[in-house]
């Protein structure tokens, strides 16, 4: 699995951090401006990338102000899982985005970059939605 991770510092408590992540309607506003055909409940979430694949992705797991997993409900490109990782440190929440992904040499190549983009942007909206 390749990893890609990304930081970010709210100056929010943990429960109102998580609060938001933990409800996948909110995640369309973490997303990039590319992402097309958004439709979600609490728990899944469908859209497509242009020119790429369509995913549907749902919540495989809360751990109540500690972490939130999300893997494909339905079969993606490759193997993946997204991890939404909470620490509260004094006056704010320290959050990790990890995006775990079985990529192949020639899928590594292609995707790492979009990959890693994709973790920093939803990192730094998460920061500005929430600040």
């Given amino acids: 699995m390749t990893k890609f991770n990304s930081n970010t510092s709210i100056n929010k408590p943990l429960s ?4 938001f992540l933990a409800d996948f309607n909110n995640h369309q506003q973490l997303m990039p401006d590319s992402i097309q055909e958004w439709s979600s409940t609490i ?14 992705l749902k919540i495989n797991s809360r ?3 500690q972490e939130i997993t999300i893997v494909p ?3 993606a490109p490759f193997d993946l ?32 970059g979009p990959l890693q983009k994709l973790a920093d942007h939803e990192t730094q909206s998460l920061n500005t939605i929430l600040s």
Avoid: C, Q, R
Wanted: glycine share 0%; no cysteine.
């Fill in 16 to 19: 109102e951090v998580y609060s």
């Fill in 43 to 56: 728990d899944e979430a469908n859209f497509s990338i242009p020119n790429m694949a369509k995913l549907s």
């Fill in 63 to 65: 751990i109540p102000d």
């Fill in 73 to 75: 409900a339905a079969k």
């Fill in 81 to 112: 899982e997204l991890k939404w990782s909470l620490f509260f440190d004094n006056d704010h929440t320290d959050v990790t985005f990890t995006i775990d992904a079985d990529l192949n040499m020639m899928m590594k190549m292609l995707a790492s």
